[in-house]
């Protein structure tokens, strides 16, 4: 099992983060990465066991089923049902918390997942640093403009 | 009534690891806390078993005793419960909990607690945790992590976590023979994994000294062997730290003098017992150019000189590095402090510094200057050497002090008990390295240093950066005496 732990201090407060991020379709908005996205079977994107249907910009295709969302913890945990990265069992969790000292956020984006042993360096880095920090990172250049 | 429920959190500016070797441990907070002015575990116990009893006296008066319910190395968190206080928080429970902020390698600190209050007392107890400890807390423990002051450094439980890293290229000043500035040529060296006992450090700032040049010309060749790589200080950030090594940390910015040459490169392995934190208010720039000088005008004024109100002392060269931070700070103690200079132009920046009287000139001619202002000097700090005997041995006072600092018109010749007799002189030949032989003098000679730099006794110098590749041209500036400020060689 390969575990995979980013995290980074945002300078809005966990509110104004988690209202951008609460979403499960929303990443297109918030996450360059991301191409477009839509909940299936119609479903709101607030219910636990909804799957949402994404594309990346390089055109892959992943399907992620959410898992837990707490408006009362800022977390939300899903798993990946399918991807072209090569991952078995993962599941990753999404998590904020407010930072009272100047009124910020501290997020967190952690994942678990199996893969064949000659790939965890590979997928390790780009988990964690191609999506989840280039996430934070969008997220910390959105807020800086409306502070 | 009802529960109340506390929670305040900050980012730290430092490693996770570096913060839980101060938090972990159950009985520190006397060390860092304000709130706490005495701790001590119950019963003998060690302050990492579950279930000890920390007694606090607080500043206040308040005793408050309490127990570790869980901690974790594996999750960086602590929990205890108050069992015993004179102040009135019941059923009280607090977590401290530690994260990684992998971006920027700082630390996220979380302090939660619950506890019930007597009514009425709810909000002020609830503002007392959460300002009086909680926040005070933080504010205390980055102070203490950013000072960390020699005999409060917290010497971690947990093993820090070395790079444990491979060799790294570097560049790298080069002497192949002595003589002339163009001798030195920039090389690539490759430098090793640190070894137990030292520190690599990825060198930001350079710091050149006049030392530097009598070592480049082969005046002791002992020191600097061919080749070799001249230098005695320099300030820049820890890369990874050798084996046994648990005062510093990957992260942690650090200047060092060294008695062996060789700072004049990127990176590099030096014994931890060289360096010293350097304080959030001081630039690397500013430490690398400070160190050898400050700790030389430390031990200069303070240990040979004993300089105090009205003490007389005759400071050559005044307009140089030392010079000037020797002028300041002999002034500020209420010294009278004469310099020779050899311009008009270092006249004015010896009285900029604090010299009260300046004597120009080139051809070594002051005794009868420093007789006619104040009857001779109790300390002459002498680095002109050999071409000034003379003129050094009648400026000196009755009972003076001639402290042979360097030597730039040659080796002093012939300095016989019996010549000393003749006005009950005192001669020293200091070398600065003997001042600082253990890391505990080292950093109380830069808190010094830092201390007079915040209250202005002292002043940062003007720094001239060269790049490394240019240390040539630095020292061309250095030996043209030209230069009022600190010469510093940065690497990148």
């Known amino acids: 099992m390969i575990q995979v732990y980013t995290s980074s201090v945002i300078d809005a407060t966990a509110d104004d983060v988690w209202s951008r991020i609460r979403d499960f379709n929303a990443l297109p908005i918030w996450h360059p990465s991301i191409a477009d996205s839509r909940i299936e079977n119609n479903q709101p994107s607030d219910r636990i066991g909804c799957v949402r249907y994404f594309h990346l910009r390089d055109g892959g295709l992943i399907r992620e089923r959410l898992l837990a969302l707490s408006d009362y913890d800022f977390t939300c945990s899903y798993s990946i049902l399918e991807s072209p990265m090569g991952v078995e069992n993962y599941v990753a969790t999404l998590k904020l918390t407010p930072v009272t000292d100047g009124g910020r956020c501290f997020a967190e984006w952690s994942a678990e997942f199996d893969c064949a042993a000659s790939r965890e360096t590979e997928l390790s880095q780009m988990i964690g640093q191609g999506v989840f920090q280039v996430g934070f990172d969008a997220l910390k250049r959105y807020f800086a403009t409306r502070r | 009534m009802g529960l109340q429920r506390v929670v305040r959190s900050c980012i730290v500016d430092a490693p996770i690891e570096r913060v839980w070797a101060v938090l972990r441990d159950f009985n520190s907070h006397d060390q860092w806390h304000t709130v706490v002015a005495q701790s001590a575990i119950e019963d003998n116990k060690t302050s990492d078993r579950v279930g000890c009893v920390r007694n606090f006296t607080l500043a206040d008066g308040n005793h408050v005793r309490e127990m570790l319910l869980s901690l974790s190395d594996k999750d960086h968190i602590s929990t205890y419960t108050i069992v015993e206080a004179t102040v009135p928080l019941m059923r009280y429970v607090a977590t401290v909990t530690l994260k990684p902020v992998t971006d920027g390698n700082r630390t996220f600190w979380h302090w939660v607690s619950t506890f019930e209050a007597p009514v009425g007392m709810e909000r002020d107890l609830r503002d007392m945790v959460a300002h009086g400890v909680y926040e005070a807390g933080f504010a205390n423990l980055k102070n203490y992590l950013a000072l960390g002051s020699p005999s409060k450094a917290p010497m971690p439980l947990v093993q820090p976590v070395t790079n444990s890293g491979a060799a790294i290229e570097a560049p790298a000043i080069r002497l192949r023979d002595y003589g002339k500035p163009s001798e030195m040529q ?307």
């Not at chain 2, 060296?189 to 040049?213: E, K, L, S």
């Not at chain 2, 200080?233 to 060789?262: F, N």
């Not at chain 2, 009285?351 to 001779?376: E, K, L, N, P």
């Open chain 2, 186 to 492: 920039l090389e690539s060296i490759t430098v090793p994994p640190p070894a137990a006992g030292q520190v690599r450090i990825r060198q930001t700032a350079v710091g050149v000294n006049y030392f530097d040049v009598y070592l480049r010309k082969g005046w002791m060749p002992d020191f600097l062997p061919l080749p070799g790589t001249p230098g005695m200080e320099a300030a820049g950030e820890v890369i990874d730290v050798g084996p046994d090594v648990t005062s510093l940390l990957p992260g942690d910015r650090v200047v060092y003098m060294c008695p062996m040459p060789g700072s004049y490169v990127g990176i590099r392995n030096v014994p931890v017992a060289c360096t010293t934190r350097i304080p959030p208010d001081v630039r690397d720039e500013a430490a690398a150019a400070l160190l050898l000088k400050g700790v030389t005008a430390d031990y200069l004024l303070r240990d040979l000189g004993h300089v105090k109100s009205g003490t007389r002392v005759l400071i050559h060269a005044a307009a140089g590095g030392v010079g000037q931070l020797v002028s300041a700070w002999a002034a500020s103690m209420g010294a009278l402090v004469v310099g020779t200079v050899s311009t008009p132009e270092k006249a004015r920046i010896a009285r900029d510094h604090g010299c009260h009287h300046v004597i120009v000139g080139r051809h070594y001619q002051f005794s009868q200057a420093i007789q006619t202002i104040c009857q001779g000097a109790d300390v002459v700090i002498d680095g002109l050497g050999n071409a000034a005997r003379e003129e050094n041995f009648a400026a000196l006072a009755r009972c003076g002090h001639w402290i042979s600092l360097g030597q730039a018109s040659g080796p002093l010749q012939d300095i016989s008990p019996d010549w000393l007799v003749q006005k009950s002189l005192t001669f020293s030949r200091p070398v600065a390295f003997d001042y600082v032989a253990t890391q505990a003098a080292l950093n109380e000679r830069a808190e010094r240093i830092w201390q007079a730099l915040r209250s202005g006794h002292i002043r940062s110098p003007e720094v001239e950066l060269f790049a490394l590749r240019d240390a040539s041209l630095a020292h061309e500036r250095l030996e043209s005496r030209q230069s009022a400020g600190s010469l510093v060689l940065r690497p990148a």
